[in-house]
C-alpha cells in the first residue's frame, strides 16, 4: 500500500509571502517548469506577494526592506 500524496497548503502572510507547502511545481507562462531557490524549509516555496522580489516568481525577502 503507498502513503497517499500530502497535502497542499498556501498560507497568505500580510505584506509578505505565499507560504506554499507541499508536494509542487511552479510553472512560467509557457507551462515549463521554473526551479525554485533552495528552500530553509524543506518542502516549501515561497512566492512573492508585494511585487518587489527580483527574483519573481520567488520571494527574495524584498518586502521586509
Known amino acids: 500500500m ?3 500524496t500530502p497535502p497542499v497548503t498556501i498560507t497568505w502572510k500580510p ?6 507547502e507541499g508536494p509542487v ?7 515549463r517548469p521554473i526551479e525554485p531557490p533552495p528552500a530553509k524549509v ?4 515561497k512566492l ?3 511585487g518587489r522580489s ?3 516568481p520567488f520571494c527574495d525577502g524584498s518586502h521586509k526592506r
Open 2 to 4: 503507498t502513503d497517499p
Open 54 to 56: 527580483a527574483t519573481k
Open 15 to 20: 505584506a509578505g509571502p505565499l507560504v506554499v
Open 48 to 50: 512573492c506577494g508585494c
Open 42 to 45: 524543506p518542502g516549501q516555496v
Open 25 to 31: 511545481t511552479v510553472l512560467d507562462n509557457e507551462g
